[in-house]
């Protein structure tokens, strides 16, 4: 199993872009999620989807998009990227059925705006 | 929503001291707390986890204890290595029916083991 993929590994932007994050994860999870990281501030949590068709907001939402259409992939969108989106990127999955699971984290995407 | 605090931020301690690292979280809800380490550049790791209706576990080096009442757990870690050197985030998590695995993370304490 590849576990958790996110594709890009580094990117950098220009302020007003937009682009696509991408994560996939071979295990059949039912959860998927993007966290952002940064310096001080740990992880904080953007959207998360429970299944296929169900996507919800976390902690810092705003000015992203997800969709989950199939129960592998859950990109991320940056719709009109700005400075304060520069971080590093992490998508992580897991079970959920029932009860808590540990979370697998993808290798993370450092994005730079400028 | 939960807030998850983590302190210290930092903490350096000799090889072979005992280090802990304190959580607190404020939804009574909660039922699951995970912890996670994290190395320079790499993505965050589970190392131990403890549920609502456990007061301590411990694997091996490491030892991860509740206190409900109070809300606060936290982490043991025996022995230290200086591989153990990295940085800890906790994090809290309720369950309505198990349908979630939503995590709030405290914001990190970095550990610096000195050989």
């Known amino acids: 199993n590849a576990g958790v993929t996110q594709t890009p590994k580094f990117q950098v932007l220009k302020t007003g872009q937009s682009m696509t994050l991408q994560c996939a994860q071979d295990?059949?999870?039912?959860?998927m999620s993007w966290y952002r990281q940064d310096p001080g501030m740990g992880l904080r949590l953007i959207h998360y989807?429970?299944?296929?068709?169900?996507?919800d907001q976390g902690e810092v939402p705003n000015g992203y998009n997800v969709s989950r259409s199939t129960t592998e992939d859950f990109p991320l969108r940056l719709l009109s990227a700005a400075p304060s989106q520069t971080s590093v990127y992490f998508c992580?999955?897991?079970?959920?059925?029932?009860?808590?699971?540990?979370?697998?984290f993808g290798p993370g995407t450092r994005l730079t705006v400028t | 929503g939960e807030n998850v605090e983590q302190h210290p931020s930092t903490l350096s301690v000799q090889e072979g001291d005992s280090a802990v690292i304190k959580c607190t979280y404020s939804?009574?809800?909660?039922?699951?707390f995970p912890w996670y380490k994290q190395e320079l550049g790499k993505r965050p790791q589970l190392i131990i986890d403890?549920?609502?209706?456990?007061g301590e576990k411990k694997d091996q080096r490491i030892a991860v204890t509740l206190n409900k009442t109070a809300k606060h757990f936290s982490l043991h870690i025996t022995e230290t290595q200086p591989e153990d050197s990295a940085v800890y985030f906790c994090?809290?998590?309720?369950?309505?029916?198990?349908?979630?695995?939503?995590?709030?993370f405290g914001t990190g304490t970095l550990l610096a083991v000195q050989p």
């Open positions: 992580a999955s897991s079970y959920t059925s029932g009860r808590a699971y540990e979370q697998y």
């Open positions: 295990m059949n999870h039912e959860y």
């Open positions: 989807s429970v299944g296929a068709g169900i996507t």
């Open positions: 939804d009574s809800a909660s039922n699951y």
């Open positions: 403890i549920r609502s209706n456990v």
């Open positions: 994090a809290a998590a309720s369950y309505y029916g198990g349908a979630t695995n939503k995590l709030i």
